[in-house]
């Protein structure tokens, strides 16, 4: 939020960046400042189990996960990433054929699925690659960049 991340358990999300990126770059703040503010999404950090007690335990929620960095978005299950391109289409006043969405992980599931043409990126988890329109190279190998090209889109 802003350029601050509120976290529990701090010392856990700074262990898994060091594995995951080799540096630290967040800003972390106190999470209880969070119970004044307005929360729409959230993340949860650690093993999938963790997440589907989430959604067992608050059954209003729902927790993708993003398989390669050991988390899960955590939000309203009325709320998806495909929902808020249709609102982005509606305000834009285009037919979400007319979209591309690009994913790796399960959170990106419902969007790639809702777009006019899903993009799997080539480190993508299986089931996204089984329901994408296109598998691209992996996000470090320019895949955004080479699928943008494969579609004239630059």
Not at 17 to 38: A, F, T
Request: a negative charge; hydrophobic letters at 35%; one cysteine or more.
């Amino acid at each position: 939020m802003g350029d601050y991340d509120y976290y529990t358990h701090t010392e856990q999300v700074i262990e898994r960046d060091r594995k995951i990126w080799g540096e630290l770059k967040r800003q972390y703040n106190d999470p209880w400042k969070l119970l004044d503010k307005k929360i729409y999404t959230m993340a949860y950090v650690g093993e999938a189990k963790g997440a589907k007690k989430i959604e067992q335990e608050f059954p209003e929620l729902k927790c993708p996960l993003c398989e390669d960095i050991k988390g899960a978005d955590i939000v309203e299950k009325r709320n998806s990433k495909a929902k808020g391109l249709q609102f982005l289409c509606n305000y834009w006043e285009t037919d979400i054929k007319n979209t591309y969405a690009f994913g790796d992980s399960m959170n990106d599931y419902e969007i790639l699925k809702a777009a006019g043409t899903g993009i799997a990126m080539g480190n993508a988890v299986s089931e996204l690659k089984e329901i994408a329109d296109y598998v691209t190279t992996g996000i470090d190998d320019d895949g955004i960049l080479k699928a943008c090209e494969h579609f004239h889109l630059i």
